[in-house]
């Protein structure tokens, strides 16, 4: 039966059992960490994250108003990125929930240790028999159940981890939302909106400071509004030139400024081009790095061809792109270059 009084669980470090007494953090240390939009964009990019202002705006608000971030995109934009990110710059833990089909409470939320709770019960048997005492009356099996649904016997899984105490508010990531069942996310309401949950047996466990949520989604299907009206809402798309520029320079150093603009102005015009799978800003990345273990100093229609495989993921695509439509991208990329 559920408690009505929600209750704070006391004091967790990962992967230990709760001891002690519940502290509420004094400072709202998250938003603390990014006191306006600029101070965000500046926490992401000491983690090496490039974000526009409208991304910045969003994180900046997630913090603010302690309220989710749902970011929804491309594959390969930086959506996962951005929450192991904010996790480090926070010195916060990051709890990730990778979502799947067929994902449920058990795996996502908390799980009752049912072994130990039947040897608990062997074992009490075992202490009565031992001593000879009378069938334990019904007074005494409500306080075994009792005990058995406390949390000496509660596993903890990501969404209840993320809602116990911490010195600091984890990060919780709800990765690829859209790959779980829906009725998932009718479960999820809870947490989001008033970041507790209920567990029937016990109580309902609440937040003594909330976490910060970032869940994501490549939208392969479209996500509940009840979900979506209780997040700040932000849709990655591709970066422009300039942004992606950035990113290869952060994230592939080793490769000269020259040939990162080629590869930048090459992956850009592919995406004005009718393929099944455009690429993201990781196989952009995985390419620069693949032309540096080439030894390749410049694009040319030779290594071109024998990389797109790093670049795209379908034959169909692959196809398209080879040959004369390679030479006029890299023709397209040179006269670009000369102009600036
Ligand atoms: N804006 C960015 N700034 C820095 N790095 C970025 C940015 N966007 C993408 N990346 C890099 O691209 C790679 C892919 O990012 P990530 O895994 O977060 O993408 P994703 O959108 O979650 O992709 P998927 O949909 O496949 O899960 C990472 O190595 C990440 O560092
Ligand atoms: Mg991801």
Redesign the pocket.
């Given at each position: 039966m559920p408690v009505e009084n929600p209750r704070e669980l006391p004091r967790q470090t990962p992967g230990s059992t709760a001891t002690g007494t519940a502290e509420r953090p004094s400072a709202r240390l998250h938003a603390q960490a990014a006191d306006s939009v600029d101070a965000t964009l500046e926490l992401l990019a000491r983690g090496d994250y490039v974000a526009d202002r409208a991304l910045a705006t969003a994180v900046f608000l997630a913090l603010r108003l302690e309220r989710p971030l749902f970011v929804e995109g491309e594959?390969?934009t930086g959506?996962?990125?951005i929450a192991k990110v904010l996790a480090n710059a926070l010195g916060a833990e990051l709890i990730r929930l990778q979502c799947y089909e067929g994902l449920d409470v058990h795996d996502a939320a908390y799980e009752w240790n049912y072994a130990r709770q039947m040897l608990e019960i062997r074992l009490g048997e075992l202490r009565s028999a031992a001593l000879a005492e009378p069938a334990a009356g019904s007074e005494r099996r409500e306080d075994i159940a009792r005990e058995l649904f406390s949390e000496r016997f509660l596993i903890a899984r990501p969404l209840l981890r993320a809602l116990q105490a911490h010195d600091v508010a984890p990060v919780l990531l709800i990765?690829?939302l859209d790959r779980a069942d829906e009725p998932f996310e009718a479960y999820l309401l809870e947490v989001l909106s008033d970041f507790q949950i209920t567990i029937p047996e016990w109580i309902t466990v609440k937040a003594p400071q909330p976490p910060l949520v970032v869940i994501?989604s490549?939208r392969t299907r479209e996500i509940h509004d009840a979900v979506k009206r209780r997040c700040i809402y932000h849709w990655v798309g591709y970066p422009d030139a300039a942004r992606e520029f950035d990113i290869l320079r952060r994230k592939a150093p080793g490769c000269s400024e020259a040939l990162s603009r080629q590869v930048v102005a090459f992956v850009q015009a592919l995406r004005e081009v009718e393929l099944y799978k455009l690429p993201g800003v990781s196989e952009t990345i995985e390419w620069a790095r693949a032309l540096m273990a080439l030894d390749a100093v410049a694009l040319d229609p030779d290594v071109v061809e024998n990389t797109l495989g790093v670049l795209l993921k379908y034959q169909d695509d692959i196809a398209r792109i080879q040959g004369s439509e390679a030479a006029r991208l890299i023709e397209r990329v040179r006269v670009e270059a000369a102009r600036t």
């Amino acid at each position: 039966m559920p408690v009505e009084n929600p209750r704070e669980l006391p004091r967790q470090t990962p992967g230990s059992t709760a001891t002690g007494t519940a502290e509420r953090p004094s400072a709202r240390l998250h938003a603390q960490a990014a006191d306006s939009v600029d101070a965000t964009l500046e926490l992401l990019a000491r983690g090496d994250y490039v974000a526009d202002r409208a991304l910045a705006t969003a994180v900046f608000l997630a913090l603010r108003l302690e309220r989710p971030l749902f970011v929804e995109g491309e594959p390969g934009t930086g959506k996962t990125e951005i929450a192991k990110v904010l996790a480090n710059a926070l010195g916060a833990e990051l709890i990730r929930l990778q979502c799947y089909e067929g994902l449920d409470v058990h795996d996502a939320a908390y799980e009752w240790n049912y072994a130990r709770q039947m040897l608990e019960i062997r074992l009490g048997e075992l202490r009565s028999a031992a001593l000879a005492e009378p069938a334990a009356g019904s007074e005494r099996r409500e306080d075994i159940a009792r005990e058995l649904f406390s949390e000496r016997f509660l596993i903890a899984r990501p969404l209840l981890r993320a809602l116990q105490a911490h010195d600091v508010a984890p990060v919780l990531l709800i990765d690829e939302l859209d790959r779980a069942d829906e009725p998932f996310e009718a479960y999820l309401l809870e947490v989001l909106s008033d970041f507790q949950i209920t567990i029937p047996e016990w109580i309902t466990v609440k937040a003594p400071q909330p976490p910060l949520v970032v869940i994501t989604s490549n939208r392969t299907r479209e996500i509940h509004d009840a979900v979506k009206r209780r997040c700040i809402y932000h849709w990655v798309g591709y970066p422009d030139a300039a942004r992606e520029f950035d990113i290869l320079r952060r994230k592939a150093p080793g490769c000269s400024e020259a040939l990162s603009r080629q590869v930048v102005a090459f992956v850009q015009a592919l995406r004005e081009v009718e393929l099944y799978k455009l690429p993201g800003v990781s196989e952009t990345i995985e390419w620069a790095r693949a032309l540096m273990a080439l030894d390749a100093v410049a694009l040319d229609p030779d290594v071109v061809e024998n990389t797109l495989g790093v670049l795209l993921k379908y034959q169909d695509d692959i196809a398209r792109i080879q040959g004369s439509e390679a030479a006029r991208l890299i023709e397209r990329v040179r006269v670009e270059a000369a102009r600036t």
